[in-house]
């Protein structure tokens, strides 16, 4: 593979006329080497070139203004990477002198375009890395080229600027890819990231309906699941790494967002985006007492605390109380992360003691809730579920009604929990006690 001038090609992408031609041409030319890159590590064939060179077409550059991260090529001074040089097989291009201009909107398309092209090498070649069918020989240069792009280039520092572009995909696939850089740190043995630290507890720390917010949340929980996946026997030992710092901050998060009146909030739809988020990350912080022993309080939140039943009564869609109630029958049946672990639970994991007293408090919890008139205060909105479908055959009008297919679902909570609650009651009396106080 022919590399050519990444910094040429990089300046090109960003401004065209600083080369004297046209941005399709350089374009072309780049997603033409990143694409030969993408197919070789695909299928895990060894690299030929040096790291740096693969270091500078993997850096994203950026052109707004307003990222607080440093660009990576500064038109003033190309070499001000340190440890990444232009390669020396490759003369760089004379750049007249001419004054900049505006992009428009197809640069910077095509400038976005390109970096989720990185993103998604990057995202292989980690994967390759950590895999056990990759050659030895492969191996090393991918493992080389990510530790040249987080020492030299601070890829993930400019991965958390990329969350906070306002293009959804791309924002999601940086998510993506720094849960699993942070992974690999963690594998390598290489200290996280503290601006990714800061940045998650300072937002997770803040306003619940922040914008950052569930970008925190979308990388915890592509970390997570990318540590879940590992068989390797530091399991553990990673995913403590990876958690503890953000012990504390979660159950903070977790007060103030479920904590709050839904209908005072000043971002609903973003309260709710970091709701189904945090929920996900919630069913893998609880499967991981299963999998491995932690005991971190961050695992037992939602037991500790279960202020998550006030969703039941928020003027929200249907759909968030129909996953908040499978999420919680999960919790009381001990089926949490099932669809989200893949393999057995180790046999040499011991027993987790405390998930009875916490299943028991749950169960609790939610049977004082209905004596309090849960079911009573549950309502849902827009459209009724139905098990065929929502959508409405022609010919036939909506019906009137209660949506029967959630309220079942509630009632199969305040059973489930009876039933946990008499598995631990000490007398007849306490057990008609219990069933007496629930007015349903």
Not at 55 to 68: E, I, M, V
Request: charged share 20%.
């Amino acid at each position: 593979m022919v590399l050519l001038s990444p910094l040429y090609l990089q300046l090109a992408v960003v401004n065209p006329l600083l080369t004297g031609y046209t941005g399709e041409i350089k374009m072309e030319a780049f997603y033409e080497v990143l694409g030969q890159l993408y197919q070789k590590v695909l299928h895990g064939d060894p690299l030929d070139g040096a790291v740096q060179d693969y270091a500078f077409y993997l850096t994203p550059a950026f052109s707004d203004p307003l990222c607080s991260i440093s660009p990576s090529f500064e038109r003033s001074n190309p070499e001000r990477v340190q440890g990444i040089h232009e390669p020396s097989s490759v003369k760089l291009t004379a750049i007249p002198n001419v004054p900049l201009c505006v992009e428009s909107h197809a640069q910077v398309s095509g400038a976005q375009d390109m970096m989720l092209l990185q993103l998604t090498v990057i995202k292989v070649i980690i994967t390759r890395t950590v895999s056990l069918h990759t050659e030895t020989c492969a191996k090393e240069k991918y493992r080389d080229i990510i530790r040249m792009l987080l020492q030299s280039t601070e890829i993930d520092s400019k991965m958390i600027c990329m969350l906070q572009k306002p293009d959804k995909l791309l924002s999601h696939m940086a998510a993506q890819c720094l849960g699993l850089l942070l992974y690999f740190q963690l594998r390598e043995k290489i200290p996280l990231s503290n601006s990714w630290i800061a940045f998650c507890q300072k937002n997770l720390s803040g306003h619940p309906d922040g914008g950052a917010v569930v970008h925190c949340i979308w990388t915890l929980t592509a970390g997570i699941k990318e540590i879940f996946k590992d068989t390797c026997p530091q399991k553990t030992e990673i995913l403590r790494q990876f958690l503890t710092p953000f012990d504390t901050t979660l159950e903070i998060f977790y007060s103030s967002l479920l904590s709050q009146n839904f209908e005072n909030c000043h971002e609903p739809s973003t309260v709710i985006n970091s709701l189904i988020g945090f929920l996900e990350l919630l069913e893998l912080l609880i499967a991981s007492r299963s999998f491995q022993e932690l005991q971190l309080r961050s695992q037992r939140i939602v037991f500790l605390k279960p202020c998550v039943l006030n969703v039941l009564t928020w003027p929200v869609q249907a759909f968030v109380k129909r996953k908040l109630i499978i999420f919680i029958k999960k919790c009381l049946i001990r089926k949490v992360g099932e669809d989200l672990c893949r393999g057995p639970v180790p046999a040499s994991v011991a027993p987790d003691s405390l998930l009875d007293m916490d299943t028991l408090a749950l169960a609790k919890a939610v049977l004082h809730a209905v004596h309090l008139g849960l079911l009573k205060k549950f309502s849902v909105t827009g459209k009724r579920c139905c098990f065929g479908g929502d959508k409405v055959q022609p010919g036939c009008g909506h019906t009137s009604g209660p949506d029967h297919v959630i309220l079942r679902a509630a009632s199969l909570l305040t059973v489930k929990s009876l039933e946990i609650k008499f598995q631990n009651c000490t007398s007849a009396n306490e057990m008609r006690e219990t069933v007496m106080l629930q007015d349903v």
